[in-house]
């Protein structure tokens, strides 16, 4: 199972323009750099979502599975989970049912376990594909996105920009150890 993710969040955690005031950058200088920025912007948060193992940023995902799981109990890797947007079974000729609400629900603990019940009454997919669609991510309707990995997306792309290939990325350390209390841990 891998989710994918169907709908971008349209903002970056860290805004060009914070990443600017914190370069002390003059803001007469007509934007030069800010594709770069933006792009520093970005890397930097791709780097520290797989660092982390968390979403940074809010999206939507899709979850496409032959069979129920057996026990209940569906583990996925979207921390922080927000919210189950709908789950359904799909045939082979475009057809899609709809579940009824409360046969998946959200796990107890959508940060540090996130996972889907499934309900036992639930119906044998019999041959459908089961859809689920799930929004996850901080910022959005998830909760906000811890200050220290705001900093490390700062701290790391303003090291990016002024070590352009220049020398070993000294502030990866630095980085790594703001994000190191979000990671989560596999088993």
């Known amino acids: 199972m891998i989710p994918l993710r169907i709908d971008a969040a349209a903002v970056e955690p860290v805004g060009v323009s914070e990443l600017r005031a914190y370069l002390r950058f003059d803001s007469d200088d007509g934007g030069a750099e800010d594709a770069l920025l933006q792009a520093l912007i970005t890397a930097v948060r791709a780097s520290l979502e797989i660092e982390t193992r968390r979403i940074l940023v809010p999206g939507r995902y899709r979850i496409a599975l032959a069979a ?17 947007v709908r789950a359904e079974l799909a045939d082979g000729r475009g ?6 609400a409360g046969l998946v629900r959200l796990g107890p603990d959508p940060v540090e376990a996130p996972s889907l019940r499934v309900d036992p009454a639930v119906p044998d997919p019999a041959g459908r594909t089961i859809l689920i669609e799930v929004a996850a991510g901080f910022g959005g309707d998830g909760p906000p996105l811890p200050e220290p990995l705001r900093l490390a997306i700062l701290r790391l792309a303003a090291a990016r920009y002024e070590h352009r290939g220049d020398e070993p990325d000294a502030a990866r350390t630095d980085a790594a150890d703001l994000a190191a209390p979000f990671r989560r841990m596999r088993l």
């Open 68 to 84: 129920w799981p057996p026990e209940g109990v569906l583990p996925l890797p979207l921390s922080p989970l927000v919210a189950l």
């Open 95 to 100: 057809g899609v049912a709809e579940l009824d």
